[in-house]
């Protein structure tokens, strides 16, 4: 099947949101796998909660009270000056494997990113990738609304100018993919390591295990 635009999200599906290991293994020795997982479960949990009470905060701020939250509980001593640090590192995230050859391959179709992160996070991102000449950028923000909000991914398809049909749209996050098939576009599951899909009572249209799988849809 042939679609016009291909769109993506960010974190966890573009980006390995846990590549920050790295850096926080050198901070906090042995406790940079616990500090990452918690980091990043903190992050959706506080979303999805200022979401639910109509009390939108930029998810750079999420971003900053998640870190602050998983490095209380994992018990370290750190300073402000941690802090910007690791939001300057979660600027500079690894893409996974696969990412730049795939995005090759689709250079002649409409490629962009839609996020919940702020414009103040994924421009610096894609330009540290040497990737903001291949994706265009849409971001939550924008509008204040989050995603899996029907609301958000109807500004990505007026911005796009495009038919929820023609819309391909891609995440490794189950909650995204629930918003997204919901609202009626094309998805694509893209399921890093070997989660099940949740009984939720929605369904990806296909299953990858990693991004090469929609080249199929070219």
């Known amino acids: ?36 997982q918690e980091w990043r479960s903190r992050q959706v949990h506080y979303f999805f909660i200022r979401q639910l009470i109509d009390g939108y905060k930029p998810f750079d701020q999420i971003t ?21 640090e690791m939001l300057e590192v979660y600027k500079q995230l690894q893409p996974f494997p696969e990412v730049k050859q795939v995005l090759e391959e689709l250079k002649d179709k409409q490629l962009v990113i839609f996020s919940n992160g702020t414009m103040d996070m994924l421009e610096p991102l894609l330009n540290y990738n040497e990737l903001d000449q291949t994706l265009g950028l849409l971001s939550a923000d924008q509008i204040h609304i989050y995603k ?11 911005q796009l100018g495009l038919q929820k049909d023609e819309v391909l749209f891609m995440s490794s996050n189950p909650w995204d993919i629930t918003g997204a098939s919901s609202f009626g576009l094309h998805t694509a599951w893209i399921r890093r390591g070997q989660a099940k899909w949740p009984t939720i009572d929605e369904e990806p249209d296909q299953i990858y295990s990693d991004l090469k799988g929609i080249l199929d849809w070219k």
């Not at 846990?18 to 796998?33: D, G």
């Not at 509980?73 to 802090?83: F, K, M, P």
């Not at 899996?148 to 007026?158: E, G, L, N, R, T």
């Open 1 to 36: 099947m042939s679609v016009k635009a291909f769109v993506f999200d960010a974190y966890g599906t573009l980006f390995d949101v846990h590549s920050v290991q790295i850096r926080l293994e050198e901070m906090f020795p042995n406790k940079s796998e616990a500090i990452s």
């Open 148 to 158: 899996p909000s029907p609301h958000a991914y109807q500004f990505a398809i007026d």
């Open 64 to 84: 900053k009270w998640a870190l602050q939250d998983a490095l209380i509980v994992n018990q370290v001593e750190y300073s402000e000056e941690d802090i910007q």
